[in-house]
């Protein structure tokens, strides 16, 4: 396969075709198929899917800890399968478990991944109190990170992989397991990232997360992309609001009723509801009333919602990302 042309140079991450096999006795499993992604430079990109979806196989293939099984990626300019070693001078890599020593400082810490990254003795320590001082760890710093929140560890985890200030900052779940308020205080971290000019790629399971924080993010089921683009973009696709409608008789009969209806966009019948799309879910409501009233149907339950990247997951796999995340 022909390597991304120069045209896409501006790019921070450029994939072709990446894909990755795990290889075992009971026979092959595609992990990640034929993933086409573009990064741009200085902004929040993030994957979202549930547990099993390729998200991390990807993440770890992008920061040479796992080799490709095929296509073609680069990364900050420089080509992945040819260069691992100059990607690596590149990036910085956060994964879901965090790799500090419970019983060394967290300054410690960091001034070792300086001395890893060859930072002169003098830099390391400046660097080190710089990263203390930027993730507000000043009250722990001196403590044995055994003895720190899982707040606390994210956020030196975060610092261990900025020690080297890399262009490119990838971080595994960074909010898995985190209180709200440890939460909220790691997205406002990452925005101070993007804002700084680092370019920050995440994977999560969190709608919310990948809502709010990313500037465009990719949906991935089972190894491949299903879908790209903003949060709001994404959701737009939906085309307005949604009516969710129980109802005790025959769904398929009721479905039958509506779907025809002027105000009704698309209707289907989803996880044991009607589920209606519709321009404006005020104003359908009341004729929607008016017709199941006619026709005798009895309901259950009624809502109103406007579209989440939940909806935007069950209308590109025909499941909820809670119910796969289950």
């Known amino acids: 396969m022909n390597a991304p042309s120069s045209s896409t140079a501006g790019a921070m991450i450029e994939t072709q ?20 992604l573009r990064v741009e430079r200085g902004e929040i990109f993030g994957f979202l899917g549930p547990n099993g979806a390729g998200k991390t196989t990807t993440l770890r293939m992008l920061a ?7 296509g073609e990626a680069r990364i900050a300019g420089v080509d992945l399968r040819r260069d691992p070693a100059r990607v690596r001078e590149r990036i910085g890599y956060v994964g879901q478990e965090g790799g500090s020593d419970p019983s060394v400082t967290g300054r410690g810490e960091l001034v070792f991944q300086g001395g890893l990254h060859g930072l002169p003795k003098a830099e390391r320590a400046r660097r080190a109190q710089e990263l203390i001082e930027r993730l507000a760890l000043e009250e722990c710093a001196d403590r044995a990170t055994g003895t720190y929140s899982g707040g606390q560890k994210r956020r030196l985890d975060i610092g261990l992989g900025l020690v080297h200030e890399p262009e490119l900052l990838f971080l595994d779940e960074p909010t898995t397991g985190l209180d709200p308020q440890s939460r909220a205080r790691m997205w406002d971290e990452v925005r101070r990232l993007r804002d700084g000019g680092t370019t920050v790629f995440l994977t999560t399971h969190y709608m919310e997360e990948a809502d709010v924080l990313c500037d465009r993010l990719a949906i991935i089921d089972h190894g491949r992309i299903v879908v790209e683009g903003t949060p709001e973009d994404l959701k737009r696709q939906i085309a307005g609001d949604i009516v969710t409608v129980g109802v005790a008789g025959d769904q398929e009969a009721t479905l039958a009723l509506v779907r025809d209806q002027p105000f009704v966009r698309e209707a289907a019948v989803e996880e044991g509801a009607i589920r209606l799309y519709v321009e404006r879910g005020e104003e359908a409501m009341p004729a929607l009333l008016r017709v199941l009233d006619a026709a005798h149907v009895s309901i259950t339950t009624l809502s109103l919602a406007r579209p989440s990247l939940d909806d935007v997951f069950l209308r590109q796999t025909g499941r909820s990302l809670r119910e796969a995340q289950g």
């Open 64 to 70: 040479t800890l796992l080799p490709p099984t095929g």
């Open 17 to 36: 075709g990446l894909r990755h096999v795990f290889r075992s006795r009971r026979g092959d499993v595609e992990a990640v198929a034929d993933v086409n």
